[in-house]
């Protein structure tokens, strides 16, 4: 069975930081592209960030505190979250695309992804 279990989500001050971990189980991750996805209540889901074989995309709002991994030997995506805002408040997903469906800095996030995870709740406040 093909399933994606996100962790590492909880309670963080502003200025914090986390690392959510997205394991695969069912198929290896070397064969897709993994997202981060984040939805707040009353929001859309948005695009987090995208690692393919060799390429990192960041939405504006978390570049440069965000910074995506895979570890292909341990099956698990990471997602390392510094200088965390109130406006990081999410449950956040992961989810897999195909390395086929060929992503962009610009469409990344819109890509049939396949594949996604029960999430895991971010919650920054004071």
């Known amino acids: 069975q093909v399933q994606l279990v996100e962790s590492g989500g909880g309670l963080v001050q502003p200025g914090g930081s986390l690392r959510l971990s997205c394991a695969a189980s069912g198929f290896t991750l070397d064969n897709y592209a993994i997202g981060w996805f984040r939805q707040a209540p009353g929001k859309e889901r948005e695009g987090v960030s995208y690692?393919?074989?060799?390429?990192?995309y960041y939405a504006d709002s978390v570049k440069g505190r965000f910074t995506i991994s895979r570890d292909n030997y341990k099956n698990t995506i990471y997602l390392q979250m510094n200088s965390l805002k109130p406006e990081d408040t999410a449950v956040y997903y992961c989810?897999?695309?195909?390395?086929?469906?060929?992503?962009?800095?610009?469409?990344?996030?819109?890509?049939?992804?396949?594949?996604w995870g029960q999430g895991t709740q971010v919650t920054v406040s004071s």
């Open positions: 989810a897999t695309v195909p390395l086929r469906r060929k992503a962009s800095d610009t469409n990344w996030s819109t890509l049939k992804y396949d594949y």
């Open positions: 690692i393919g074989s060799g390429t990192t």
